[in-house]
């Protein structure tokens, strides 16, 4: 759990390339940027010797792909990679005026996408968040245990138990630790939140915003003409829409309104 999440950037603008891989220092966060390709077959190429164990060939956990490129567009690079190395996720980089090649790269395989220019609190929070699923998932697979999506395993029962309250209670305006503690557990706060936070290795703070962006996304997912403000209501913002889109686009990089764009059929 503690290997470096390797990262490769394939995008046919030299900047946008060097850019991304120099931008940021990713070893601090246990990322190292393996491969930075000009086109889809130099970044196929890379991840067929990495996959026969070739010397100087690391294997790859995530691409970061531009959706125009020529020879191969990066929409094909995401679908073939989605199939032929399924443990790689992929995020699209794209322009605003490129919703529907974004679209289509989610339909594809694509795990996420970042709109240019891209700040680099955006492309940390997003790398970061892949990183954090695959930490995830790799522990579901060594316990044997399942999880629902956004949670971990071997929590204590009073853990427990906080979880399935914010699973309840979702849409609740006042949900905090302190509601927590003083309606539903009637234990110390401080104490709850040590313990959370000892578990899952996140404030609860972090967590419940992290949660409340996750469920907004599935219910964009399932009802792209869903109404902002119903996502607000069913994700405990209550009338403050405004609110509710600032968190959204802190945490995704995008407005729930661009998120739609893309989603929407």
């Known amino acids: 759990m503690n290997k470096e999440y390797t990262i490769m950037v394939v995008d046919d603008e030299k900047l946008v390339r060097e850019v991304i891989a120099g931008a940021l220092?990713?070893?601090?966060?246990?990322?190292?940027?393996?491969?930075?390709?000009?086109?889809?077959?130099?970044?196929?190429?890379?991840?067929?010797?990495?996959?026969?164990?070739?010397?100087?060939?690391?294997?790859?956990?995530?691409?970061?792909?531009?959706?125009?490129?020529?020879?191969?567009?990066?929409?094909?690079?995401?679908?073939?990679?989605?199939?032929e190395y399924p443990d790689v996720r992929?995020?699209?980089?794209?322009?605003?005026?490129e919703f529907d090649y974004a679209r289509e790269a989610l339909r594809c395989g694509a795990k996420d996408y970042l709109l240019k220019p891209i700040s680099e609190d955006t492309l940390m929070e997003a790398v970061l968040r892949q990183k954090n699923e695959r930490e995830k998932e790799e522990l579901l697979r060594q316990t044997g245990e399942s999880a629902p999506a956004g949670e971990s395993v071997h929590f204590s029962s009073t853990v427990s138990r906080i979880i399935s309250i914010v699973n309840n209670e979702i849409a609740n305006e006042n949900l905090s630790l302190k509601w927590i503690s003083a309606n539903r557990m009637f234990l110390n706060e401080n104490y709850l939140g040590k313990l959370f936070q000892k578990e899952t290795g996140k404030k609860f703070s972090t967590w419940l915003l992290e949660k409340r962006m996750a469920t907004a996304m599935a219910l964009m997912a399932e009802?792209?003409?869903?109404?902002?403000?119903?996502?607000?209501?069913?994700?405990?913002?209550?009338?403050?829409?405004q609110y509710f889109s600032i968190a959204f686009k802190k945490y995704s990089g995008k407005t729930p309104s661009e998120y739609k764009k893309i989603l929407r059929s």
């Open 90 to 97: 992929s995020i699209v980089i794209s322009g605003y005026a």
């Open 25 to 83: 220092d990713w070893a601090s966060y246990g990322v190292k940027v393996v491969k930075a390709a000009a086109n889809a077959p130099e970044a196929l190429d890379y991840l067929e010797r990495a996959g026969r164990n070739e010397e100087g060939f690391e294997n790859v956990n995530l691409m970061l792909a531009d959706v125009r490129m020529p020879v191969i567009s990066g929409i094909e690079l995401i679908r073939r990679v989605s199939r």
């Open 223 to 241: 009802n792209p003409d869903i109404q902002i403000q119903q996502v607000a209501d069913e994700t405990g913002y209550g009338n403050n829409s």
